[in-house]
């Protein structure tokens, strides 16, 4: 009974529950699209030598992440000759840290053993923590990285301790590298050193920067390298961002446009991790637990620590005055998940307190509970799409190959593909090039479109083999008329033999007959939409499966 009552041992108990609910289903049911696949030849570059100063591209142009993910992902890679599954583990690992982050993190602001405790089991239980712990992604480390940032600072300002600043710095040049919109997280520095009126000694601000900038060399390289095109495409950024709000009509537009988006992203965060019975109250229950914390709190310690656990809550809200691709996805939550995490911790915590709270409170954990994993059982523990725009899981896909390489007899066979991005094949070049050929000793060709973004490792289909196999990637961010036009097109050189369908993904196996009057059209098209087929092609000639290399 004595150990029951001991907190590290709760703790570690809990970490035990998180690896368990992170590993559950785990082989093969991971998120491998363009951009696991695109990191992971990016990596084989680096084993080549080919060494890397930045890494995955941002969503404005000219703009990277670090290249802190391919080096963490190298020996990863190398030891397991490109296992994926090895990889989601390796990140697994570093989400659970998170079950520890937010215990300590707890300590610092409330010194509530309890508080802790349930703020690192309702971490553990997370349904969105559980998808973000799966992600073959820079976006899968941003939370742990961005709580060890807080932390950090929690020390320097209510222990008094200096260590904690460098301890900050290290957990934001982490972050950057992540995704570099975590930049912003700088503002915070100068915000909190004024409000709680911290001064730290010379020789530690000294330490600090010049560590900051030893960690983002990186990034000064790159720039110094490429004439500051980083520097040149945010002040162009910002410079369109300053057009959008010209008039006042379109700045009130935009601006309610951007509340109306903030308040979504936070609704989905409190419903894919706490309570998910409706975005409005969540959104009422985390403002009802935020006054009954603060409530609760007497002197002026406790409630400087609770301004700083607010304002970590809600620091991304500056954010949200511009426009970005990142405002749209979970990803924009990456930084206050814990926050979250530990208002609802500390709001139950208090809510035993209030006469007749404990039935409110137990039934309250009790949903919250049910929510998780209710979410997880009801996807047999097999989540990973939360996070996708094109559900590509690698048991479907490792389906879908040794489907080509039996129905082809372990002949020579080339593929095509519409894929995202489109006329790129990055993803089936990396998993024929390396499931493909341990399994089966050879690669197939490819007969679409000539790769110059990123290196292929297939080769091109020159000697035009007789067996073809057309993939077809779930639709979500390709064009509505990409498969009408591949298809249409391909009708018109190749005969449809089957199609099969692995998880999201299509695949048509095709032969090229020496007798065209074989050939037909596969989709009984309308007159009015093989005219726009034909449009489609005359404009995009690459959706063609039969180029001239």
Not at 164 to 176: H, K, N, Q
Not at 195 to 220: D, H, M, V
Not at 360 to 389: D, P, R, T, W, Y
């Amino acid at each position: 009974m004595k150990l029951l009552k001991n907190p590290y041992f709760l703790l570690f108990l809990i970490c035990c529950v998180a690896l368990i609910l992170r590993v559950i289903n785990l082989k093969d049911n991971v998120l491998v699209a363009y951009d696991q696949a695109r990191d992971a030849q990016r990596v084989m570059e680096i084993m080549q030598k080919k060494l890397k100063i930045v890494g995955p591209e941002t969503d404005i142009p000219g703009v990277f992440n670090g290249p802190l993910l391919y080096y963490m992902l190298t020996p990863v890679y190398a030891l397991t000759n490109f296992n994926m599954n090895y990889a989601a583990l390796f990140f697994v690992l570093i989400n659970l840290s998170g079950v520890v982050l937010i215990y300590f993190s707890s300590q610092v602001l409330f010194n509530n053993k309890k508080i802790s405790l349930f703020a690192a089991l309702l971490w553990a239980v997370s349904y969105e923590q559980i998808n973000f712990s799966r992600y073959i992604s820079n976006a899968s480390p941003m939370s742990a990285s961005t709580i060890v940032f807080f932390l950090g600072l929690s020390i320097a300002l209510f222990k008094k301790k200096e260590i904690g600043l460098i301890i900050s710095v290290v957990g934001l040049a982490a972050a950057i590298h992540f995704n570099f919109y975590l930049v912003y997280l700088l503002i915070f520095y100068p915000i909190f050193f004024i409000t709680f009126k911290y001064r730290p000694s010379l020789k530690t601000c000294l330490t600090a920067i010049g560590l900051l900038i030893l960690l983002l060399s990186t990034f000064l390289i790159a720039e110094m390298k490429w004439r500051f095109m980083m520097t040149r495409s945010l002040l162009g950024y910002f410079g369109h961002q300053s057009t959008n709000y010209a008039s006042h009509l379109h700045f009130f537009t935009s601006l309610a446009d951007n509340g109306m988006r903030y308040y979504n992203r936070i609704s989905e965060a409190i419903g894919y991790s706490l309570f998910s019975y409706g975005k409005f109250a969540g959104f009422v229950l985390l403002f009802l637990f935020l006054g009954i914390v603060w409530k609760n709190k007497k002197n002026v310690d406790e409630k400087n620590k609770l301004l700083f656990l607010y304002i970590w809550l809600f620091s991304t809200l500056p954010l949200f005055l511009f426009k970005s691709g990142v405002l749209n996805v979970q990803v924009i939550n990456s930084s206050i998940f814990a926050p979250l995490t530990i208002v609802f911790a500390a709001g139950i915590y208090y809510l035993f307190k209030y006469q007749g709270g404990k039935i409110v409170g137990i039934l309250v954990v009790a949903l919250i509970l049910f929510s998780n994993l209710f979410q997880l059982a009801n996807e047999n523990f097999q989540n990973a799409k939360l996070l996708a725009l094109q559900p590509l899981i690698l048991k479907s896909e490792k389906k879908m190959i040794d489907y080509s390489y039996i129905a082809s007899e372990k002949k020579p066979f080339s593929i095509c593909a519409v894929t995202n991005p489109l006329f790129v094949n990055t993803l089936w070049s990396f998993l024929y090039t390396t499931y493909g050929k341990s399994r089966y000793g050879y690669v197939p060709t490819w007969s679409g479109q000539q790769q110059i973004l990123n290196k292929s490792y297939l080769p091109y289909d020159s000697e035009r083999t007789s067996v073809r196999y057309l993939i077809i990637e779930p639709s979500g961010g390709i064009p509505d008329s990409a498969r009408e036009a591949t298809i249409y097109l391909e009708d018109k050189v190749s005969q449809l033999v089957e199609e099969k369908t692995f998880g999201d993904i299509t695949i048509q196996k095709r032969v090229i007959p020496t007798d065209k009057a074989l050939l037909r059209d596969t989709q009984n098209l309308s007159q009015k939409q093989r005219l726009h087929a034909e449009f489609v092609n005359s404009v995009e000639a690459r959706y063609h499966c039969s180029i001239e290399y």
